[in-house]
């Protein structure tokens, strides 16, 4: 994912957010933040969103020790490891990824309706960046194919300029004062 040499970013920090064990999908509707115990979460502490190179990464880590609980690469966004519940704009689905490949999915809460769309804003700002980078180095490597736009003079052609004549303002002059 990201090379040797790249430094990581903080693209958010948000110090409260709740974590809930939530029941497995029964089918292919949404998930419902609802059919979580939201007055007791399983874990509270603090989330980083983070990146380096392309890919985003979103820690959950302990509020005081900074001891990190859980993390999940994100490589795109919107996709499947952050899904939106459909009853609140406050709970996420995150799948969560440990370093021998095992993923989980686990509900993510915010307290604070802002909290949640800074969240949301930091991901979709990380991956429009990544979708211009991709443009660009693609038009680098390809280089400027089209037409080149010719905006000299042909052999012999002229062009005349009108500039009008304005009277120069005239300086503001003192009244006299005779003593």
């Not at 990581?8 to 064990?21: A, G, H, T």
């Not at 990146?51 to 966004?77: C, N, R, Y």
């Not at 995150?94 to 307290?111: E, L, Y």
């Not at 949301?120 to 390809?142: G, I, M, P, R, Y």
């Amino acid at each position: 994912m990201a090379t040797e040499g790249e430094y990581e970013s903080i693209l958010c920090v948000k110090p409260e957010v709740n974590v809930y064990r939530i029941p497995p999908r029964a089918s292919n509707r949404a998930y419902r933040a609802a059919d979580w115990k939201l007055d007791s979460p399983d874990w509270s502490g603090r989330m980083r969103v983070t990146a380096k190179g392309k890919a985003a990464f979103i820690k959950l880590e302990d509020k005081i020790s900074g001891e990190l609980f859980a993390q999940a690469p994100v490589t795109e966004h919107p996709g499947i490891v952050v899904e939106t519940v459909s009853d609140s704009s406050r709970y996420f689905v995150i799948r969560i990824m440990d370093d021998n490949g095992r993923s989980a999915f686990i509900g993510v809460g915010f307290g604070d309706r802002g909290d949640a769309f800074d969240f949301n804003v930091a991901l979709q700002d990380h991956f429009k960046w990544v979708k211009q980078e991709t443009e660009f180095s693609k038009n680098a490597q390809l280089g400027d194919t089209g037409p080149k736009l010719d905006l000299g003079f042909k052999e012999g052609q002229t062009i005349t300029l009108n500039i009008g004549v304005r009277p120069l303002p005239t300086p503001y002059q003192l009244p006299s004062v005779s003593y």
